[in-house]
């Protein structure tokens, strides 16, 4: 379970990272810069439309926000692209894919 400052702690961590201010989130995000303050402070819970209007003022999804690996945040321009075109797959497709690759690994 996530404790209270977790996502507080979160957002300042990935800014930090992204040596993004709270002052350029806020204006990415359209939240004030008080909202902002408060969730750091107050470590209260955002509201899901919040934090997806975050995570988009940081350039991730909500599910890497929740992430572990940080390392796995940054992605290059060629693997955006794979993976949307990978959403767009149908499951059939998708083990396809998968298929075809790993056979491309044992060459």
Known sequence: MLDEKYIANRIKE???????????????????QSSLSNLKKRGSTPTFYTL???CDGLGIT?????????????????QKK???VWESLTDKEKEAVEIYVRGMKLK
């Open 14 to 32: 990935l800014c930090d990272k992204r040596k993004i201010s709270m002052y350029a989130l806020s204006k990415k995000t359209g939240i004030s």
């Open 52 to 54: 997806d209007r975050i």
């Open 62 to 78: 909500l599910p890497q926000f929740f992430s572990d690996d940080i390392g796995k945040l940054e992605l290059s321009s060629e």
């Open 82 to 84: 794979v993976l949307e």
